[in-house]
């Protein structure tokens, strides 16, 4: 059956190995699939909840749709458009704002962990983020949305959201509710400095992560510094719910092969860390340096990436406006 196809990406710069292992490999594999309507967003509107240097924006808008294409997401099978350039995600938001409740967004995990301790200074709109998100999701009409483990919770309230639309306003099935695609064993890559913690654009130390633009280099030297524990690697699953760091590594080396943790560990079992570091570097450096490689071409080839943008927001826009006029209609507007 055909999916039709939503993801975003924000661009804050720093798009690294959990970006792709988590969502952007399953972009490219959902593009390949011909029978799929993909769409894929570059969510500036969401980089804003946060302080964001302009002219950085506007390099990273560009960096963003060049990562999508050097991982291989042929633009003309796939939408890709920027969220701000399509009127129609704020005012979505707005709508849908009004159907949304605060006790549900107060439960977004997410937002806690960005705002730290002093909500108050929060901007509202990191608050109100996932219903932003939902409306980008639903002006498509999107059956599946293919994000890593940390987006689970907001795609559950982009569901209550649709739901409650349509019950509210009597419009069964108007909203459409979508099904997350979350991989199953790896939707979640860890920082190279500490297997308890998320690989983030916004860690400190860029020793935490492989960027999608880091060379062969450099990206043999941060798994080299990458911790580890003092074992030998392990012989079963079960030995590696205490070894974060070890489970996080052969986790990235499975994934990158599109093999499972088992084969990985019996590869490995015995062996130490110097030895499975090495091939490790190896597989990584194959796999992520042509595409970094290729986004360094892309980002001299400006207008190339203006037009992909320009042609996926005319088709986005002409979609989505007629979503939002089909919800004036409802609304009473
Ligand atoms: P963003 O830009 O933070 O991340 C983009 C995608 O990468 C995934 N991801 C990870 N996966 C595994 N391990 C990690 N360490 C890791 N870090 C990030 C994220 O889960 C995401 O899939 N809110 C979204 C963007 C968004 C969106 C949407 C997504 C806006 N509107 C509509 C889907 C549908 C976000 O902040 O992603």
């Given at each position: 059956m055909s999916k039709k196809i939503f993801s975003g990406v924000q661009?804050?710069?720093?798009?690294?190995l959990g970006n792709y292992l988590g969502a952007i490999k399953n972009f490219v594999e959902l593009n390949n699939d011909l029978e799929n309507d993909c769409i894929f967003c570059v969510v500036d509107l969401h980089a804003i909840t946060v302080k964001q240097d302009p002219k950085e924006l506007k390099n990273n808008i560009r960096e963003t749709v060049a990562t999508f294409v050097a991982c291989g997401i042929n633009p003309k099978k796939s939408i890709i458009f920027s969220q701000?350039?399509?009127?129609a995600h704020s005012e979505g938001a707005w709508l849908l704002s009004c159907v949304a409740r605060m006790g549900w967004l107060n439960r977004m995990t997410q937002f806690k962990e960005k705002a730290?301790?002093?909500?108050?200074?929060?901007s509202i709109g990191l608050f109100s983020y996932p219903v932003l998100m939902a409306a980008d999701i639903l002006l498509y009409d999107s059956t599946h949305v293919p994000v890593g483990e940390d987006q689970k919770q907001h795609l559950e309230l982009c569901r209550d959201i649709a739901q409650r639309f349509n019950n509210e306003y009597k419009?069964?099935?108007?909203?459409k509710t979508p099904e997350p695609l979350i991989?199953?064993?790896?939707?979640r890559i860890m920082s190279l400095k500490d297997g308890t913690k998320k690989m983030s654009k916004?860690?400190?130390?860029?020793?935490?992560r492989i960027n999608l633009t880091d060379d062969k280099d450099l990206i043999v030297n941060k798994i080299k510094k990458a911790k580890t524990d003092?074992?030998?690697?392990?012989?079963?699953?079960?030995?590696?719910r205490e070894r974060p760091e070890a489970k996080n590594l052969l986790g990235i080396y499975s994934s990158l092969l599109n093999s499972t943790m088992s084969k990985s560990i019996s590869e490995f079992e015995g062996k130490n860390f110097s030895e499975f570091k090495e091939k490790l570097s190896e597989v990584l450096a194959e796999k992520m340096d042509p595409i970094s490689k290729e986004i360094k071409k892309l980002m001299n080839e400006k207008r190339f990436l203006d037009e992909i943008l320009l042609d996926g927001y005319k088709k986005a826009y002409e979609i989505s406006f007629l979503k939002i006029k089909k919800m004036h209609e409802i609304i009473g507007f």
């Open positions: 661009p804050t710069g720093n798009l690294h701000s350039s399509v009127p730290g301790k002093d909500k108050e200074k929060a419009v069964d099935n108007f909203f991989q199953k064993e790896f939707s916004s860690e400190l130390s860029d020793l935490s003092p074992l030998p690697l392990p012989s079963s699953l079960d030995e590696l």
